[in-house]
């Protein structure tokens, strides 16, 4: 066993466990705090929708749908100067969160979207028939009813996430794929590799589960 | 009282502009249970939906209890309805809450009531409905005669004096359709309210409602008492509505007439003349020989009535008419016998 992994060392492997969960929990949080409230304005603004607003939708979609096809890699670039601006340094978990929230946000927006308009209008009117506000329809009907949705889309930006987490590392950002690269690749230890494959893969198989059994306790169709 | 003055509305759909409700003036007297009839695209839902003003009116004035709704603001029109409550064909409850909290929902969005008088209101509203033991289960574990209570139940929290009906029983069974209708009327009786319902079907008017409009093509057909609009219908598709509920068929009624000689009349007996032998007395003190070729007894809301084809033949004819309009029973002539002058 330990001739197999003979370039393992298990304290780095831990170190770079921990960052990458520092990574994806930190981008993670601070992407659904912004997508949230901008998949909301994307639903509300959208055609047909309650506050129905061509121009400001069309901006919106449009600086979405940018963000959303440009490479990650180039935006980890790209993002450098302004990483800097905000936390100080490009590099580690800190210079790594905010391309990573940069590059989530918007996928994560159109995902709420989505889900939003998953919802029945019918729910929407009967609500706004009970003399509801604006904000007490969304807070009160679409988030709650739309909430297996927005589970399920915050499960899917999490498994990105990882994988952005591992791109990270290129820009010296740590983690796991920085261990990948930096050893298991430039190094040739093909031990150190797999380790950390396999760790990633274990992460992604524990969002996904996490996140299903989520989405099925709140869908009472 | 609800009433539309000169109230039009029209969609626009990219340039072009669809009239679903051509000018309209309405009235809708407090307390009654108003029936809105006609086919599929007729208008009905977007002359309802113009009392809560789901739809804004294109032209006119919209008038609840002398309050012109039309010039509500935003506050006031939220306010405005929740004394109006609405119930649709597929419930539109929502999915993520349970029973008792979709009931509680107007009530929190009101936001008056403490969280115990809530739970007080919510449980005597269930029990109104027949819903006590499933306050705790979600919509998904409802059948769709309950889903509809429910959605009754919530119309009702925020103590509205109108309720809107669009199409509330039209996904449901005949005999949950029956039992849904009766908990309406009760609540129409019990608490006063005034119910407009929306239905295509002539069947559920003739149950439950005072009075109906017909609609075609985004107009007021025809309009007026339930009994009169349906045991006298003018106009052609109100006709159809109520031939298709009396499953009359006209053309195998024409073709029977046919072989049948004499005077063919038409008596529509309302109230208490429904079950007295006036046909029999007529007949035995003028002589004249009957037949009756098609008939139907039943009820209006709670009247009786009935309506029966028959065909004379005899000398006093005149007389046996004269008497049987003495005797209110209303009389149209379908065919005269042969021979016949005026
Ligand atoms: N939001 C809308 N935009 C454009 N046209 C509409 C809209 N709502 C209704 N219409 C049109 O207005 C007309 C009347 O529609 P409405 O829904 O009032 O009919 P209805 O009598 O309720 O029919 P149904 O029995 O099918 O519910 C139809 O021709 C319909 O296509
Ligand atoms: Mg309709």
Redesign the interface.
């Known amino acids: 066993m330990n001739n197999l992994l003979a370039n393992v060392d298990w304290y780095e492997i831990w170190l770079a466990s921990f960052e990458t969960l520092m990574m994806l929990g930190g981008s993670l949080l601070f992407t659904v705090v912004l997508g949230l409230p901008l998949g909301v304005l994307l639903f509300l603004t959208g055609p047909k929708q309650m506050f129905d607003q061509k121009a400001l939708y069309s901006v919106l979609s449009l600086i979405t749908n940018i963000l959303r096809s440009l490479p990650f890699i180039i935006l980890l670039i790209v993002m450098i100067p302004f990483t800097v601006m905000i936390t100080g340094t490009s590099l580690g978990v800190a210079g790594a969160i905010p391309p990573l929230v940069v590059g989530a946000t918007p996928f994560f927006a159109r995902l709420v979207e989505t889900a939003l308009r998953e919802v ?1 209008r ?2 929407i ?9 604006t904000k ?1 329809i969304i807070i ?2 679409l988030l ?2 739309a ?1 297996p949705g927005i589970l399920a889309a915050t499960t899917v930006t999490a498994i990105t996430l990882v994988s952005y987490t591992a791109m990270a590392g290129v820009v010296g950002a740590g983690g796991l794929g920085d261990l990948a690269i930096r050893f298991g690749y430039q190094r040739f230890q093909t031990d150190v590799m797999v380790v950390t494959v396999v760790l990633l893969l274990v992460l992604v198989q524990l969002l996904q589960m996490v996140g299903d059994r989520l989405v099925v306790h ?1 869908s ?2 | 009282m609800i009433e539309f003055f000169q109230v039009n509305k029209a969609y626009q759909l990219g340039k072009k502009s669809i009239t679903a409700l051509h000018t309209t003036d309405l009235q809708i007297p407090t307390g009654q249970i108003y029936g809105l009839i006609g086919h599929s695209g007729a208008g009905k839902s977007t002359l309802m939906r113009l009392i809560n003003r789901l739809e804004e009116p294109s032209a006119g004035r919209i008038e609840v209890d002398g309050l012109d709704i039309t010039q509500l603001d935003a506050s006031g029109l939220r306010s405005f309805r929740r004394k109006v409550g609405m119930i649709f064909q597929h419930f539109n409850l929502l999915t993520s809450r349970s029973v008792a909290d979709n009931v509680a929902l107007p009530l929190r969005l009101a936001g008056e009531l403490s969280k115990s008088e809530i739970n007080k209101k919510v449980s005597d509203l269930l029990a109104r409905v027949g819903l006590e033991n499933h306050a705790k289960k979600y919509p998904a574990q409802l059948s769709g005669g309950e889903k509809q209570r429910v959605g009754i139940a919530r119309a009702l929290a925020t103590d509205p004096s109108i309720l809107l009906c669009d199409e509330a029983t039209s996904a449901l069974d005949p005999q949950t359709t029956g039992q849904v209708l009766e908990l309406l009327a009760e609540i129409n009786r019990d608490l006063g309210l005034t119910l407009v319902l929306i239905t295509h079907e002539m069947d559920v008017v003739r149950r439950i409602c005072d009075q109906v409009a017909v609609m075609d093509g985004g107009v007021i057909v025809e309009q007026g008492q339930v009994a009169d609009v349906f045991l006298h219908p003018q106009h052609p598709t109100t006709k159809r509505f109520v031939y298709e509920a009396e499953q009359v068929n006209e053309d195998e009624q024409v073709q029977n007439l046919a072989e049948v000689e004499g005077r063919i009349l038409r008596l529509t007996f309302q109230g208490q003349a429904t079950y007295e032998p006036l046909l029999a007395r007529v007949a035995y003190q003028t002589a004249i020989e009957f037949s009756i070729i098609s008939g139907r007894i039943d009820r209006i809301q709670n009247a009786p009535y009935g309506q029966l084809t028959v065909a004379f033949k005899g000398e006093k004819l005149e007389e046996a008419m004269q008497m049987l309009a003495a005797a209110e029973v209303h009389l149209d002539v379908v065919r005269y016998e042969e021979g016949h002058h005026e």
């Open positions: 029945d019918g729910i009117e009967a609500t706004q028939a009970m003399g509801a506000t007490q009160s009907a709650p009813e909430r709140y009472r169709k």
